[in-house]
């Protein structure tokens, strides 16, 4: 059973920063493209970031480039993002996602980010 569970959410004064964690099971991690994407309320949900199998090659959405960055432990079966300088606009449910990059097989439930004025 392929699971993906992210963690790391929480309320943060804007400015400050977080660390999101999304654990992978049930296939070979080191395979598969990674990724994150957001949903605010009323919003469809949208990429934010995406790292290839090795780590070597990342792509961000033009709204977080410079302040999130993803990276990725294969050996943990684990991808980050670490989220600085965090604006209000920046509240959302994240999910991380895994696939082929051009299709995501598999998404996890979200965790809830909130920046606050």
């Known amino acids: 059973q392929i699971q993906l569970v992210e963690s790391g959410g929480g309320l943060v004064q804007a400015g400050g920063s977080l660390r999101l964690s999304c654990a992978a099971s049930?296939?070979?991690?080191?395979?598969?493209?990674m990724g994150w994407f957001r949903q605010a309320p009323g919003k469809d949900r949208e990429f934010v970031a995406r790292i290839d199998w090795s780590g070597r090659s990342t792509n961000y959405a033009d709204s977080v480039k410079g302040r999130f960055t993803i990276s990725r432990d294969n050996a943990k079966n684990t991808v980050y993002l670490q989220m600085n300088n965090l604006k209000p606009e920046d509240t959302a449910v994240y999910y991380c996602?895994?696939?082929?990059?051009?299709?995501?097989?598999?998404w996890g439930q979200g965790t809830q980010v909130t920046v606050s004025t």
């Open positions: 996602a895994q696939g082929m990059g051009v299709r995501w097989d598999y």
């Open positions: 049930g296939r070979t991690f080191s395979l598969y493209v």
